[in-house]
T-cell receptor, first 115, second 111 residues
Framework: DAGVIQSPRHEVTEMGQEVTLRCKPISGHNSLFWYRQTMMRGLELLIYFNNNVPIDDSGMPEDRFSAKMPNASFSTLKIQPSEPRDSAVYFC?????????????FGPGTRLTVL | QKEVEQDPGPLSVPEGAIVSLNCTYSNSAFQYFMWYRQYSRKGPELLMYTYSSGNKEDGRFTAQVDKSSKYISLFIRDSQPSDSATYLCAMRGTGANNLFFGTGTRLTVIP
């Protein structure tokens, strides 16, 4: 199993530019999560999907952030326009679902730097 | 007040020491408790998973949950340099999919 795949691994962009982060969950998993990790705030849940449907997006900072999951094997997190305070590591995680088997498996993360 | 509080450390111990990592939480609805380990520049990986109160042991690792005190612990016996990582506690309620994470404790085991 390839695990959760994220791309790009590193992204450096300038303030005001659009940034798109991509995630491929583990095949067969029906829940997908986007997290942001910073030294100050730790790991924060931004949004999660169940069966491709957004369930809770209360963690999305503001309208500049949007996420989509057009099918079970692909999701994007978009920031438009990006700001320096968006600099962080963004993780995607997937799980089978609720219950004792709902371990979340994390991808390697995308390290975003906004100049 | 954050839902989950965790001392960020850093914590440095000599090889072979017993390590104790802790988290407190405020939401009494939390029923599932996890510890994740995160190596530098990697994603978190699940280390231990417990349901409700009690202890769970896996090799050198023991997870404890005290729901009456809203306090969870992870003990590492005979710590090794390879245990050097950031340890994050996480928890959720029944029927909920989203996890609440602590900020993580950075541990260094010195050979």
């Amino acid at each position: 199993d390839a695990g959760v795949i994220q791309s790009p691994r590193h992204e450096v962009t300038e303030m005001g530019q659009e940034v798109t982060l991509r995630c491929k969950p583990i095949s067969g998993h029906n829940s997908l999560f986007w997290y942001r990790q910073t030294m100050m705030r730790g790991l924060e849940l931004l949004i999660y999907f169940n069966n491709n449907v957004p369930i809770d997006d209360s963690g999305m900072p503001e309208d500049r952030f949007s996420a989509k999951m057009p099918n079970a094997s692909f999701s994007t997190l978009k920031i438009q326009p990006s700001e320096p305070r968006d600099s962080a590591v963004y993780f995607c995680a997937s799980s089978v679902g609720q219950g004792r088997t709902d371990t979340q498996y994390f991808g390697p993360g995308t390290r975003l730097t906004v100049l | 007040q954050k839902e989950v509080e965790q001392d960020p450390g850093p914590l440095s111990v000599p090889e072979g020491a017993i390590v104790s990592l802790n988290c407190t939480y405020s939401n009494s609805a939390f029923q599932y408790f996890m510890w994740y380990r995160q190596y530098s520049r990697k994603g978190p990986e699940l280390l231990m998973y417990t349901y409700s109160s009690g202890n769970k042991e896996d090799g050198r690792f023991t997870a404890q949950v005290d729901k009456s005190s809203k306090y969870i612990s992870l003990f590492i016996r005979d710590s090794q340099p390879s245990d050097s990582a950031t340890y994050l506690c996480a928890m959720r309620g029944t029927g909920a999919n989203n996890l609440f994470f602590g900020t993580g404790t950075r541990l260094t085991v010195i050979p």
